[in-house]
């Protein structure tokens, strides 16, 4: 008899957390262009939104940068916390909140690719803070503060990570609303009675907007085996159609939706100290505006079953390490796996050519090298920024 699927820690209930705040990272990098773009006053409002950041433990940002000057590779890491408020701290102040989702942006040093990781929530045998290894879940690290968070992704992966921010579901609302909705396929009809607003998708391809699509992002049961992975793999296909429609769609070149884009980012995101100079924002929103879509990879971390809990999941230590010397070495990567557990390939998609970002520049020629591609395990599920995927509804299936 086939052992049913784990159900990784599947409760009756969700979490009010906002899964696409998550990619706020790479959101902020591309809207934050506006800096460029938008009026005098529009670039204060913004700016003006940002509040004190959080400190993280060994972690400065030097003296103010000039806007356009970054150099070298990027690290950020995006926490999403369950609670839609209060105050996160620094390490060591715990507090009620649980980062069920958390993200890592690596930007290449040439500035060529992006590679955002999924850490899962149901995580265990981790570095917790740091330390020694823990079998507290990873998504508990963010109650004991924000560095805690960035300091167990640093030991899990060997990247230096000065950058990182929490932030909270009210901006997803706004944020779907800024670029005119999502349109994201569905194999399946979705259904999830424990979001709010319930869930009830026909299959096809389904424009979301507002709470829809905080719901959609929201889904465990509706999607894929039902577990945090399938929610993972879920997200994935719509932060994917997210990111082509902002390449795509004329968002860069929009200054009113850059505007307000940026503004339900903004007001929704608590950044660490080093990321609250506006320089330094846009100085990331220019590193990566260029980025083709083929070269930005979403990765879930690698994980296996837990032997001691079915409802938890461990690392999978090689994989891992595969993965993370190719970001530190600053390569790209290329998926040889599937993709994750709640997506398939669109059927109606027609190969267009990839998009150029609006106001990139073409690079000069250079006679350096071009960096080579790292082919990852087939144990590391993903996709590409320009695949077009579909998700498929929860289902039984063994």
Not at 390 to 398: A, P
Request: net charge positive.
């Amino acid at each position: 008899m086939i052992p049913p699927i784990a159900r990784h820690g599947r409760l009756p209930r969700s979490r009010p957390w906002a899964t696409v705040l998550r990619f706020v990272a790479t959101t902020l990098a591309v809207v934050l262009v506006s800096a460029g773009a938008v009026a005098g006053y529009a670039v204060y409002d913004v700016a003006k939104s940002v509040r004190p950041g959080v400190k993280l433990i060994g972690q400065t940002d030097g003296p103010p940068r000039n806007i356009g000057s970054f150099k070298g590779g990027i690290n950020v890491l995006v926490a999403a916390s369950d609670s839609g408020g209060g105050d996160v701290g620094t390490y060591g102040k715990r507090g009620e909140h649980l980062n069920d989702v958390t993200m890592l942006l690596h930007i290449s040093a040439d500035h060529s690719s992006a590679t955002v990781v999924s850490f899962p929530r149901d995580l265990v045998s981790i570095p917790l803070c740091g330390k020694g290894i823990s079998n507290a879940m990873f998504n508990t690290t963010l109650a004991r503060g924000l560095s805690c968070t960035v300091q167990t992704v640093e030991k899990m992966t060997g990247l230096t990570i000065p950058y990182a921010g929490v932030i909270t579901f009210n901006g997803v609302t706004g944020m779907s609303n800024a670029v005119g909705g999502v349109t994201v396929c569905l194999a399946t009809p979705i259904k999830d009675p424990y979001t709010d607003p319930q869930l009830d998708l026909a299959a096809g391809h389904q424009t979301l907007v507002g709470d829809t699509a905080l719901s959609f992002l929201r889904s465990r049961h509706g999607v894929g085996d039902g577990s945090d992975l399938g929610r993972i793999s879920n997200q994935q296909v719509f932060l994917s159609a997210l990111t082509r429609k902002i390449v795509s769609d004329g968002v860069l070149s929009n200054p009113l939706t850059l505007y307000k884009l940026a503004n339900s980012a903004l007001a929704n995101v608590r950044l660490s100290d080093t990321l609250t100079n506006p320089s330094t924002l846009v100085s990331i929103a220019l590193a990566i505006k260029g980025v083709d879509l083929r070269k930005i990879v979403f990765v879930q971390y690698p994980t296996g079953a837990d032997p001691a809990d079915p409802n938890r999941v461990v690392p999978l230590v090689a994989p891992a390490a595969a993965l993370f010397a190719a970001l530190k070495t600053n390569q790209a990567i290329s998926l040889t796996g599937k993709l994750g557990r709640a997506a398939v390939a669109d059927p109606s998609a027609v190969a267009t050519p990839t998009p150029t970002p609006s106001g990139s520049a073409t690079a000069a020629p250079s006679a350096a090298p071009a960096p080579t591609t790292i082919a990852l395990p087939p144990t590391i599920t993903g996709q590409r920024a320009d695949q077009n995927t579909c998700t498929e509804g929860f289902t039984n299936r063994k």
